[in-house]
């Protein structure tokens, strides 16, 4: 954490540095002579009928680990490259082409690249790989966000992919409706490719569908008021690695979402079939999850302090009604102290506490520290 805090003061420094290097000259200089009307319009650069945006993403963040099992604990340090992206958007006219990759353990993954349509006002048609239309804070960006991480619910994972109601990215189309009508409703429907059905272990099309379905319904009744329900249909195997037992759960929920100056907050829920593996290796019953982030915003606090948000994270899920002592539950609070546009630091404590020996994790203790920093640029 030392060179964290290191490096950060080194930015506060080189920051201040180029804000006196670009200030005026303090002597005046002669005012230039007014451009004619003809002159004026030479000079006026040709406006393009196309927008090209770029930037990068980095985050460094180390992690102290405690896991506590039974009478003995342990303690773990981690500093990690946790995100390093690269994205470019280009827009003409009706279209969009947005590329977006990820540099980490010498390895480039994909992440939202595809291509949006827009032939009329009100549709948006939209294939390539993005994110599953559920949650508001998972559509929501990283770097949007003031917390670190979003919860336990978008860190657990089964069958090697994430949560469906924590959120998943992957290879789909979908189409949104955005009629001009009151409260700005959106509606959008988006078929993902399964990633169970893979060659390796491709699933037998005529015996089953091997697509996911989402669906989702989204309002503003106010200017600073989201809300949305969303819809899942997404495929699991009823016994862990048996292709044969693939099968499709429902689940659904509801989220909202508050945006002003001074506070914004995320709150969501979701139900549904449970698809988490019981220890005799079947699913049963039915799953509940929920959680909650609050933040307040502090906007220029104090002179070389762009933004502070302090806030508090909560957690909570319930794998199957069938089971007790599998439930898993976790309260985060940290603070994101933005000192630019650009860059920021934030602090972060988490505990996540597990009801008995079935849940999917260990009492655990996280104390997070983050370094990020992003830019993007237009040209147009």
């Given amino acids: 954490m030392g060179r964290l805090a290191l490096v950060a003061a080194l930015l506060v420094a080189t920051d201040v540095r180029a804000q006196e290097e670009t200030q005026p000259a303090p002597e005046a200089t002669a005012p230039a002579p007014e451009a004619t009307a003809p002159e004026a319009s030479a000079q006026a650069p040709e406006k393009r009928d196309w927008k090209l945006e770029y ?3 980095l985050f460094v963040r180390d992690t102290l680990t405690r896991v506590d099992i039974g009478d003995d604990a342990a303690w773990r340090h981690d500093r990690t490259l946790d995100q390093a992206r690269l994205f470019a958007t280009y827009d003409r006219k009706k279209l969009r082409v947005a590329f977006e990759i990820e540099l980490a ?8 690249t595809y291509i949006r349509l827009k032939p009329a006002d009100l549709i ?12 508001f804070l998972w559509l929501e960006s990283k770097w949007s966000l003031p917390a670190i991480e979003r919860g336990v619910l978008s860190d657990l994972e089964q069958d090697n992919r994430g949560l469906p109601f924590g959120g998943i990215r992957g290879e789909a189309v979908s189409i949104e409706l955005r009629p001009p009508v009151m409260l700005e409703p959106r509606f959008t429907a988006a078929l993902f490719h399964n990633p169970l059905n893979s060659s390796a272990t491709p699933l037998d099309a005529s ?29 699991y195997t009823a016994r862990p690695s048996m292709i044969d037992s693939f099968e499709h759960m429902p689940m659904g929920g509801v989220e909202l ?6 506070l914004r907050a995320w709150v969501e829920g979701f139900v549904g079939k449970s698809f988490f593996y019981q220890p005799d290796g079947t699913t049963s019953g039915t799953f509940a999850a929920a959680r909650a982030l609050v933040a307040g915003r502090l906007q220029r606090p104090f002179a070389g302090m762009w933004r502070i948000e302090p806030y508090i994270l909560a957690s909570v899920l319930d794998p199957t009604g069938d089971q007790t002592g599998d439930r898993v539950s976790e309260v985060a609070g940290g603070t994101s102290f933005a000192f630019s546009k650009h860059w920021r630091l934030q602090l972060e404590v988490a505990q996540r506490i597990a009801e008995g020996s079935l849940a999917p994790i260990a009492d655990t203790t996280l104390i997070r520290l983050q370094l990020g920093s992003a830019f993007s640029e237009e040209v147009q």
């Fill in 55 to 57: 930037g990068a993403r």
């Fill in 105 to 112: 353990g010498g390895d480039a993954t994909l992440k939202d």
């Fill in 124 to 135: 948006r048609i939209q294939a390539g790989r993005f994110k599953a239309p559920i949650s």
């Fill in 207 to 235: 015996e089953d569908v091997t697509q996911d379905l989402y669906a989702r319904a989204e309002i503003q009744p106010g200017p600073w008021l989201h809300a949305a329900a969303s819809f899942g249909w997404v495929g």
């Fill in 257 to 262: 979402m508050v945006d002003t100056d001074y």
